[in-house]
C-alpha cells in the first residue's frame, strides 16, 4: 500500500496503525517541543542543574553563574511560565526549587545521557 501523502509504501501497516493510535495529539507535542527548547537554552540549563542540586536564591545563582541578579530573574520567570521551577519565600527571602520530580527525572535522564554518550566506558 502507498501512502497518499508520502511516496513510501508502508510496510508494516499494522505497526504504523498502533503507533498513530497511541500518538499523543499535536497541542501535547507542541507543548513536549517548547519545554525542550527552554530547557535547551544554556543559561537556563545552568539553573537547573543549580537547582537540581539544592534550592537557591536569586542572589545565590547570581554569583555562582557570574551573572546580574537581573538576568537571573529574567531566565527563572521563563523557568516559572514553563512550569520547571518554583519558589517559596521565606521572610525577605525567595528560594527558587525545581518544580516537580517529572523535571528532575528529565533533566537528570538528559545529564545522565550526554555524560554516557561522551565516556561510554562509564
Known sequence: MVHKDTDCEILHLDVVDKVRSTMPKEPI???????????????????LWALDQNEMCVCDLAALLNMTKSAISHQLRLLREAHL?????EGKNVFYVIDDDHVK???????EHIIEKNNPTL
Open 105 to 111: 527525572d528529565i533533566f537528570e535522564k538528559a545529564v
Open 29 to 47: 507535542l507542541n507543548e513536549v517541543s517548547t519545554l525542550f527548547k527552554i530547557m535547551g537554552d544554556n543559561t537556563r540549563s545552568r539553573i
Open 85 to 89: 521551577v518554583r519558589f517559596h519565600r
